[in-house]
């Protein structure tokens, strides 16, 4: 079809280009413009004494005008004619598609704004009000289906998601309620089935979050989602995985689903690639062994007159001056084998520490620390190098460069992570170069942000508050009942950790209800206290019972000898003792706290830490005693029935004094309200 201008345009326009509609594309004057060339669906534009033909191409907008309105109508028509025989197909054939990623499965965030992008563009190649024209019945149909996809919104979105969820737990039925010796709960069963690229699942104490790691792997498998040999469960302990690789055998009868600690991942990683088990250093499993070493290699230091000056300057400045330098070397030695760790974890990102070196404080102390730890490093670094061997911080790291290089290639579409809360950067930073080489992989990190307690070891909680911003988009579901203790409990230990905003929010339900209050404050904190109250646990049972003492540290605790004749005289109870760390993943029928005091080695423990090693852990968080607070959370949370908190009034915990000033749900043992708010 050729176009002729309007006759006025002779008066208007010198150069009287040509144009022809024909079955290739459009030919303006001798340049062919090729139909798939065409980046929108060209339009008509009304001017006062004609017409205009509009479209654009290749990235240039032409405009060919001086048209009359009926030589533009029927260009627009010719040009519909032509145009559906060109862009049918892909119309047709991309609603159909679209239609089938929504019924395939679990519909994820980038699935359903990659399908909005889809249909938005391919709606540009055609006219904007679709009624005005006479489309054959399935362009029109698939137009009209394309316009109701790109009006969706994040509720659309949702109300998808969970009408997919909820029909595969009435198709799953049987097996979410057989899994285990109780049904999974209406939110273990969501999480099983949430496919999002990245799923965090909040898991409050006692809510079952290995029941539901193991309902998710059984899931998959069951609705053919995965092959076993595409998980990869990971934990942070040998005694955490080999529990897991257990409970999968017995639940789910596989033995073949592989399982791994971070460290004998970060060992098969080496090991592939270089096709022979690297020698692993004493020092990474025996820290006894590894502060010895570097305590006889800092004493040969001393025989350097430089460094030995150095040694009491500052000692001198921050540490003990009233002992002599061999009374400081050990505290010295054992801070340098902690820090070690940490500082070659901090140089695989040397950007990042000098930026945190340069933001503290006290460089002067922090000038100091380094010069004391630098030599002691170069020496440890030579002995691993000499011997041939690596420690587990070269597990991780060299793991990374080999799969961030794809010098190793991951085959793991399924990665699920336990006790998420605890993890380190470089941890995160191996899974995420993991995730990233499979497409379409998921990972589902079960944790709890409540019981992020392990900053000293490297744990970065924001990895767990902020997990979205650095995996990607992300499905939360939190775990909301607990089967461990009561609502007494929940209520108190919930309004407890929750005074720090910066923890997540989560409602949490409990599976036994009680009218009283099951958290007790006694005053006084003494073998007879203690004894007192075990007294009447004992006394007020006829069958065997738990009993659970913690304390922020050891020395407060009961020892070996005192603990068994505690366990001789109470003949209706199991008397154990335990750090608050150390307790975390345990329960016990009852809970008694002591060491509730204030001071350097009270609790919240009040313990400086060096600047350096500050710097080289996670950046510390405002909220004052943050992870001291989530610390009591878990110490109360390993009960079953009731806590019993032992404090001296006369020189309390910054914690027990909130307990009574902020009127929290406790029992008062012998003393009135008042008159223990008094003492405090």
Known sequence: MQLK????????????????IGTQGVLLDNT?????????????????????????????????????????????????????????????????????????????????????NRAIKQLKLWPKDIALFSF????????K?????????????????????????????????SIESNPLTDRQQTSCITDEQNNLILAGAGTGKTSTMIGRVGYLLKSV???????????????????????????????????????????????????????????????????????????????????????????????NSNKDLDGNIEEISKNLSQLIGLYKLALFDKQQFQHRLSQNKDQSQIKSELELLSPIYQLYQKHLLDCNEI?????????????????????????????????????????????????????????????AIYRFTGADISLTTQFASYFGPTQITALDKTFRFNNSISDFASKFVMQNPSQLHKEMLTHTQVKEPRVTLHQGDSEDKLSHVLTDINDSTSSKQSVYILSRYKFNLPNRHNLNQLNVKFKNLDIKTDTF??????????????????????????????????????????????????LFYVAITRTKHAVHLLSDIKKPSQFITELLEKDYMINYNQVSDTSLKEAV
């Open 225 to 319: 989602q995965a092959k076993e040999s595409e998980f990869l469960l990971l934990a942070f302990g040998k005694q955490a995985a080999d529990e897991m690789k257990v409970r999968i055998k017995e639940k789910l009868n596989l033995s073949s689903i592989r399982l791994n600690t971070f460290h004998s991942l970060g060992l098969n990683i080496i090991t592939s690639v270089e096709s022979k088990s690297p020698n692993i250093s004493e020092f990474a499993s025996n820290e006894t062994n590894k502060q010895n070493w570097i305590q006889a290699q800092f004493k040969l230091l001393l025989a350097q007159s430089e460094f030995k000056l150095k040694v009491q300057s500052y000692s001198q400045a921050y540490l």
């Open 136 to 143: 054959d019945e399935s362009i029109h149909k698939s137009l």
């Open 581 to 630: 760390h150390a307790s975390k993943g345990k329960e016990s029928d009852h809970v008694i706290i002591l060491g509730l005091n204030n001071g350097k080695y009270g609790f919240p423990s009040q313990k400086p830490i060096s600047p350096l090693l500050d710097c080289l852990l996670p950046k510390a968080e405002e909220f004052q005693h943050a992870e001291e607070r989530r």
């Open 5 to 20: 201008r309007y006759w006025l345009s002779k008066f208007f326009i010198k150069n009287h280009a040509s144009l022809e």
């Open 145 to 177: 289906f394309l316009q109701l996809v790109v009006s969706w919104s994040e509720q659309h979105l949702v109300a998808f998601q969970k009408n997919y969820i909820d029909k595969q737990k009435a198709v799953y039925l049987d097996y979410f309620q």
């Open 391 to 451: 420690d587990f911080e070269d597990m991780i790291i060299k793991a990374i460069q080999y799969v961030e290089s794809n010098r190793f290639k991951s085959n793991w579409k399924h990665i699920l992570v336990d006790e998420f809360q605890d993890i380190s950067e470089p941890r995160a930073r191996l899974i995420k170069a993991l995730k990233t080489q499979v497409s379409g992989s998921s990972l589902f990190c079960v944790g709890d942000d409540w019981q």
């Open 32 to 116: 062919l413009i090729n139909w798939p060339d065409f980046e929108t669906f060209p339009y008509i534009e009304s001017h006062f004494f004609f017409s205009s033909l509009n479209w654009q191409a290749n990235d240039i907008q032409y405009h060919y005008n001086w048209l009359s309105k009926n030589t533009a109508s029927n260009a627009i028509t010719n040009i519909l004619d032509q145009w559906g025989k060109i862009n049918k197909a892909a119309l047709i054939h991309l609603a159909n598609a679209i239609k089938a990623k929504m019924s395939q499965g679990y519909l994820r965030k980038n699935t359903f704004t990659n399908i909005k």
